[in-house]
């Protein structure tokens, strides 16, 4: 009789326990953290919330809807907001916010993982992870010795060392690289001439620079290279808005890096929408737009991903800063909103700009007939001026137009920008289409505020919260249970 | 030994399921939700994420650092993004806004808790908590009757009808009202003059409107309403930048909140920083970054109430939407930031267009002698044009204010703005001190970014994440288990 009370008394304590064992199950764990088998950290260079929310509110805009389309990362549960300083300036730049995002330290502007006296250099959670037996891949739309790449395998005291990182990476025994191409693919070693391509592939590389060699990539390629600048400027893949049909997208990228990586021991993958911040730059709303688009098409293969491996699978995307002092309002439109009007816009200031050049070549001397010469471009590329679109351009706003023409066609005043060469011309008009459209620019530079942080997956909930860029890297390596 | 053996699996049985509780306590509940008793929603109107940081960033610079400073609620644990557009506009006013956060309903442009349609009431979530046996209180800085506070207590189709708000104020029964005046203190209604204060003492509302008697105010004081324009624009509290040291602040407000409404039932109450948007409205950066400290302060009164009562209370912080556009960086200072230049700034343009309008009545007809004059006010209060602030202007700058001088004070541009006179040479002056500063302002209207949203206590963990404004209320009310 006693024996049997014991029994029922068992009975009812391992119902209840296995009760709140489901629970604490199906919740996250505080003291030890879920296994992150394969990461993905997503880096949108330049993107800060309002780059988001544009694109959010256009794609609503296009559907006729008032309110915001949700992309495949803003729906993730986990969000935090980032803070992004420099060791030595508020407003950081790519390679400082960069290293801070790759190996957990604050360090001084265009530090490439070093530390800012530039004696101690800083190890990196890709090579952490290659160390430990994951695989490990570094995708961008940029050069892929670029800031925020080379912070992941190489070490600098200064970004511009582009050739010195280029040799780096072709000894870091990553597994997979895929951007645009070197920014120095030779130089002059003594009396010896090096080419970075043919060093990649003697420290056994596959590199590879074609669509068709691309296509034909699959598991067991090796350690693998893909360069494809096409015709783009500065080594980067041409805009999205730019895109043929059969260009090879981030998307594309993220997909076979996916096939190429996938293992049971696991991958640690940055895949870094270079160029929005080069759109933002530029101040170019409609190509910046696109840009964020292709970003969340590359973060949608990996939620295919995460959708498979659900437990094991950590997808983290946020931004080195943002770019542009992007404002979703603006004082000529006041409270109303028309951003269906950036649809007009075809081309991005990358392709423009060459436009522009032609007319600075071909200019006939008549300074009013090649305006208006222009100003036909402009409707037909850039949807600005046309009664159609309800974007025509007052007289004051034709004439600024003009004199600005008339500067940069017969007096060249264009200035080098940070990334490429700029038109005044252009940018006058890229800048007048986001103002009809209902926003604005504060800076051609980056800013201070707090970025976005979106999570989802195995650990995701340690991303939510006041994050500082530093905590990225040490709380991935925690969760891949890979040493400090 | 049967026993003995039986026993002992049940001693291990305990101790594990022992373990687990402990672990399962400690964490946020999946299921059932935990009971907030006491509930804080500060509502910062116009606070976005930009004003957040400016803030920050500018009391790291302040002691020299470069970075940012914790305020109370960005060290909360947890963070959201809130989307906040209206129904028929993209970007939302606080009306709509303000809807959206008391009812959980997306309505028009400048309803007050009524439908799209303006036939449907909405019920707010302080009616429900009154209803339900909480205690309610609604503070806010601009006057009772303001978009922001009337939501939550009245219904109007326009948020213009002051008087009628005002009429519902007094017939709310709620436990304790403390802002500014009321904008419309009394009307005609049929051959009788109700006056509002007198109403509201009708209904048994103890009225205070002195330092004095609100010092005075303890538990057992019953329903009260405390009203304290003081000499600032539209029944507003002073700018904090204004303030004496003895004139009443948000901060008061709410330890008095928290005094008098602290009950064993619990309480709501809704806290609104409402001049940060007036401040922005303005493009007025040095004033925002003190509303936007004012406001922090009122939340740390509620965090020490949290520290207390932790298990039992919930406090929200968050906004309706951001105002201006603020950009942390701008094109002349580009990668440079020197916050610390807001600090010389001794008014608000509150007090400015007041000296200024001096200028207008006593300017002696010679435009250059009047130009130095104000030019010498402008060094004193606002620190602009001064070598030792590092922020003299150039000659281009100095003719383009010299002109908006002229025309401010000699042909009189000044315009109505959104809230108070406006005063274009005023504007002008603080708009180049906060490009001295390193940031800029794209709009002196709203914006559709989303804004940051910052929880701590029971149920804190249901605001972190994407979230929208109408999330707000309908969560609040699940998790003080009240009815929908």
């Not at 950290?41 to 919330?49: A, E, H, T, V």
């Not at 190890?123 to 037996?133: F, H, L, M």
Request: negative net charge; glycine residues 10%; charged residues 20%.
């Amino acid at each position: 009789m006693k024996s049997k009370l014991l029994l029922r008394f068992i009975i009812a304590l391992v119902t209840v326990f296995a009760f709140h064992s489901r629970v604490f199950a199906i919740m996250p764990s505080g003291g030890e953290p879920q296994k992150a088998k394969y990461v993905f950290l997503f880096i949108g260079d330049g993107m800060g919330l309002a780059q988001v929310n544009l694109t959010q509110g256009y794609l609503a805009s296009l559907e006729g809807k008032i309110g915001f389309k949700q992309l495949t990362f803003t729906a993730f549960p986990q969000v935090g907001l980032m803070s992004n300083y420099a060791n030595d300036r508020l407003i950081t730049c790519s390679a400082a916010a960069g290293t801070a995002l790759a190996t957990g330290h604050k360090t001084n502007i265009n530090r490439i993982s070093y530390d800012p006296s530039g004696k101690e250099p800083f190890e990196s959670v890709a090579s952490k992870a290659k160390k430990n037996g994951f695989k490990v891949g570094i995708l961008t739309t940029v050069s892929i010795d670029h800031a925020t790449p080379s912070v992941f395998y190489a070490h600098d005291t200064d970004r511009n060392m582009y050739f010195d990182i280029g040799t780096q990476l072709t000894r870091s025994d990553f597994d997979y690289f895929a951007g645009g191409g070197f920014m120095k693919m030779q130089d002059t070693i003594g009396n010896k001439i090096i080419n970075l391509a043919k060093l990649a592939g003697e420290n056994g590389y596959n590199v590879v620079n074609t669509r068709e060699a691309f296509d034909k990539l699959a598991p067991g390629a090796g350690k693998t290279l893909v360069l494809s600048s096409g015709t783009a400027g500065e080594e980067s893949l041409p805009f999205y808005l730019d895109m043929d049909p059969d260009d090879i997208t981030l998307a594309d990228y993220t997909a076979k890096a996916i096939n190429l990586l996938s293992n049971d021991k696991g991958f640690f993958m940055m895949v870094e929408g270079g160029k929005i911040d080069w759109a933002c730059h530029a101040n170019d709303a409609a190509t910046a737009i696109q840009e964020v688009i292709e970003f969340d098409k590359a973060i949608d293969n990996a939620f295919s991903f995460y959708l498979k491996h659900k437990d094991e699978t950590l997808i983290i995307v946020t931004a080195d800063h943002e770019t542009g002092a992007l404002g979703l309002g603006n004082n000529k439109t006041g409270y109303d909103s028309y951003l269906d009007r950036l649809k007009y816009q075809k081309s991005s200031v990358e392709v423009l700009y060459k436009i522009f050049a032609q007319f600075r070549v071909n200019k006939t001397g008549d300074t009013i007939a090649d305006f208006n010469k222009i100003m036909k471009v402009v409707e037909t590329e850039i949807g600005i001026n046309s009664r159609m679109n309800s974007t025509l351009l007052t007289e004051d706003e034709l004439t600024a137009l003009k004199k600005t023409f008339v500067e940069s066609v017969y007096y060249p005043g264009a200035g080098k920008g940070t990334y490429g060469q700029r038109e005044p011309f252009i940018d006058a008009v890229i800048r007048l289409l986001a103002e009809k459209a209902g926003i604005s620019w504060g800076s051609g530079a980056h800013t201070f505020i707090n970025v976005p942080v979106y999570a989802i997956g195995a650990g995701a909930e340690r991303f939510s919260g006041y994050i500082d860029n530093t905590d990225i890297p040490k709380r991935i390596a925690e969760l891949m249970g890979i040493s400090q």
